[in-house]
């Protein structure tokens, strides 16, 4: 569903959101809180390659009377191109999943090291204290971390001028991190007890790549994204009919990282959110 489908006092909720623990700006306990004010009736926070946010998540969706679904999104890699699976109703306590989400944790963290070289080499005074101090312990690192530590430091004045000419694809400072397959992802998630989908198919430019990843052993697909209209939605939504596949759909808030996209944006309803819930066995 989007925001531009206006129903009375419907049930919303925003399947896609990152808080603090990956490169969202706010904590998990404020993103909960924002939810339920903008009422919102249940949230899946998912941040990139961590399920950090739910230790703090949990209590404040208790008290704020809102409904949580376990969430996660976890980068993957298919023939070079990175691709984010969304991974959902998975076991909290699952120690694969955990031990998969600190993998990725040392990953990104060897990675910031390599991009601060390289900024570093092409004349920027930026120490790894000038980023690590900024960063939380536990934080999954990513790069817009490192575009807030040049604006910190004058040389960039926006988080996407960071990307546009040092730490995008392509760029001079670009570094992949070497991730895993979407197999192994799609079969860690199945491990872990959970549901893995699809994230954003409206973004995957290359068809060859979207034609492989629609035959895999996913469960649903991303219906619903960011400011995707209603129409542009369709052809996925098609898509998850034909294979009985489940949907979601969310904003892919960040807060301030990325202005321009608010909470609870695009959503689901509350028979989408319930078929992806009754996969859920977790108790908040
Ligand atoms: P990483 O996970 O470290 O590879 O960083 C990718 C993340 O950076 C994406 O998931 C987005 O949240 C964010 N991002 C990518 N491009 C931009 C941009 N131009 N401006 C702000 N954030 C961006
Ligand atoms: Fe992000
Ligand atoms: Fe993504
Ligand atoms: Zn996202």
Same mark, same amino acid.
């Given at each position: 569903?989007?925001?531009?489908?206006?129903?009375?006092?419907?049930?919303?909720?925003?399947?896609?959101?990152?808080? %603090?623990?990956? $490169?969202?700006?706010?904590?998990?306990?404020?993103?909960?809180?924002? +939810?339920?004010?903008?009422?919102?009736?249940?949230?899946?926070?998912?941040?990139?390659?961590?399920?950090?946010?739910?230790?703090?998540?949990?209590?404040? +969706?208790?008290?704020?009377?809102?409904?949580?679904?376990?969430?996660?999104?976890?980068?993957?890699?298919?023939?070079?191109?990175?691709?984010?699976?969304?991974?959902?109703?998975?076991?909290?306590?699952?120690?694969?999943?955990?031990?998969?989400?600190?993998?990725?944790?040392?990953?990104?963290?060897?990675?910031?090291?390599?991009?601060?070289?390289?900024?570093?080499?092409?004349?920027?005074?930026?120490?790894?204290?000038?980023?690590?101090?900024? &960063?939380?312990?536990? %934080?999954?690192?990513?790069?817009?971390?490192?575009?807030?530590?040049?604006?910190?430091?004058?040389?960039?004045?926006?988080? $996407?001028?960071?990307?546009? #000419?040092?730490?995008?694809?392509?760029?001079?400072?670009?570094? !992949?991190? $070497? #991730?895993?397959?979407?197999?192994? %992802?799609?079969? %860690?998630?199945?491990?872990?007890?959970? &549901?893995?989908?699809?994230?954003?198919?409206?973004?995957?430019?290359?068809?060859?790549?979207?034609?492989?990843?629609?035959?895999?052993?996913?469960?649903?697909?991303?219906?619903?994204?960011?400011?995707?209209?209603?129409?542009?939605?369709?052809?996925?939504?098609?898509? *998850?009919?034909?294979?009985?596949?489940?949907?979601?759909?969310?904003?892919?808030?960040?807060?301030? +990282?990325?202005?321009?996209?608010?909470?609870?944006?695009?959503?689901?309803?509350?028979?989408?959110?319930?078929?992806? !819930? *009754?996969?859920?066995?977790?108790?908040?």
């Amino acid at each position: 569903m989007h925001s531009t489908e206006i129903t009375p006092n419907p049930f919303r909720a925003d399947m896609h959101c990152h808080s %603090t623990c990956s $490169d969202g700006s706010l904590s998990p306990r404020d993103l909960v809180l924002l +939810a339920a004010q903008k009422g919102l009736k249940a949230l899946s926070i998912t941040d990139h390659d961590t399920i950090g946010a739910y230790v703090e998540a949990i209590p404040a +969706a208790r008290e704020a009377g809102i409904r949580l679904l376990a969430g996660v999104e976890l980068s993957a890699m298919q023939r070079g191109q990175s691709v984010h699976i969304l991974g959902y109703a998975y076991n909290l306590n699952s120690p694969v999943m955990q031990a998969f989400c600190h993998k990725h944790f040392e990953r990104r963290h060897k990675r910031a090291l390599t991009i601060l070289k390289r900024l570093q080499d092409q004349g920027f005074k930026l120490s790894d204290d000038d980023l690590f101090s900024a &960063v939380p312990a536990g %934080t999954s690192i990513g790069r817009p971390h490192i575009a807030e530590a040049m604006i910190r430091a004058g040389y960039v004045t926006s988080v $996407d001028a960071a990307f546009k #000419t040092y730490l995008g694809s392509g760029k001079s400072c670009y570094v !992949a991190v $070497d #991730t895993p397959s979407v197999k192994e %992802t799609i079969a %860690t998630i199945h491990a872990a007890g959970g &549901v893995a989908t699809i994230a954003h198919p409206h973004l995957i430019q290359n068809d060859i790549l979207l034609k492989e990843l629609l035959g895999m052993a996913f469960n649903g697909i991303e219906v619903y994204y960011a400011r995707f209209g209603l129409h542009q939605c369709q052809r996925w939504l098609d898509i *998850a009919k034909t294979r009985q596949w489940l949907i979601s759909g969310g904003s892919d808030f960040h807060g301030d +990282a990325k202005p321009q996209i608010a909470l609870g944006s695009s959503w689901v309803s509350e028979e989408v959110f319930n078929a992806l !819930a *009754a996969r859920d066995k977790n108790q908040y």
